[in-house]
């Protein structure tokens, strides 16, 4: 509970927000040329998938920033005293596709404000609903959970998760490059991923912290490689442990038994550090 002067975070439930943005094609060919493919992206081509995450960005006045780099608590997202935040999953349905070029709108709401207590302490979960749309209808619903947690003194990995069998796998690269590349075209100043002393030094971490939306962004684009003529209708995926800058990251994927697919990304070590589903049209 708040103390005497503070704000309830709870207060923020039911907040809205809106946002309008145009799909510009820089952005998506700039994210294809961070992950070396070589999709067409020019005006009028389909968005793919997750990548309106690139789009419809808050644009916080760098004054406005925390030592960390995330804005200021207490505009949209409520002013929770915990220091660190991270976004720990989502589900996303897909209703149409998104096309460059679209003038596209996001309506956003807080759904809930959950206090829990962890292994660590204290923890609040966030859950934030989106809906993307363009002139045409509603393109994209989705929901994030967003967790804040004290910083602890020293990282402590989570217990062994080893990756279950699959039907196929592969070695993505990762180093500090890729990791401020996607920082900077999803204008996300949070230190942890391209600020290696702040990192180590201030919040414990190993090294680079790498992206969630990067492994979710990864995971579909694997998942799209081994369905080819697939149209995804849903996505889910969850964060079970950090995955660290300058170390290889294994994605991998296997069939499900609703004809959908099973996806994970791993450590060098074979651990799982993100789960995800994926269903299609």
């Known amino acids: 509970m708040p103390g005497e002067g503070e704000v309830d975070p709870s207060a923020w439930v039911g907040r809205t927000e809106d946002a309008t943005d145009v799909l510009g094609s820089t952005p998506a060919r700039a994210l294809a040329a961070t992950l070396d493919l070589g999709e067409p992206l020019d005006v009028g081509a389909v968005l ?8 419809l960005l808050p644009l916080a006045p760098t004054s406005t920033l925390g030592p960390d780099g995330h804005p200021s608590r207490g505009g949209f997202l409520p002013p929770i005293d915990l220091e660190r935040r991270m976004w720990a999953g989502g589900r996303l349905r897909f209703e149409r596709d998104l096309h460059l070029g679209e003038e596209v709108r996001r309506r956003s709401r807080i759904e809930a404000v959950t ?11 966030v859950r934030v609903w989106h809906e993307v749309s363009t002139p045409a209808g509603i393109a994209i619903e989705e929901e994030q959970d967003i967790v804040y947690v004290h910083k602890p003194d020293l990282f402590r990995s989570p217990p062994a998760d080893p990756l279950p069998p699959v039907a196929w796998e592969h070695e993505v690269p990762i180093d500090p490059v890729l990791l401020f590349r996607f920082s ?17 030094q201030v919040e414990h971490y190993p090294g680079l912290v ?14 799209r490689r081994h369905r080819p003529a697939g149209r995804p209708a849903s996505f889910s995926f969850r964060a079970s ?41």
């Open 48 to 55: 793919p998938p997750l990548w309106h995450w690139l789009y």
């Open 115 to 125: 206090p829990k207590e962890g292994k660590a302490g204290p923890m609040v979960f």
């Open 184 to 200: 900077a075209l999803t204008f996300n100043a949070h230190r942890i991923h391209y600020d290696a002393p702040y990192s180590t």
């Open 210 to 223: 790498v992206h969630g939306p990067l492994q979710a962004v990864l995971l579909m684009q694997a998942a």
């Open 241 to 281: 442990r950090p995955l660290f800058g300058s170390q290889p990251c294994t994605v991998a994927g296997v069939r499900s038994s609703d004809g959908g697919d099973e996806l994970f990304t791993a450590n060098p070590d074979r651990d799982v550090a993100m789960r995800a589903q994926v269903t299609w049209a």
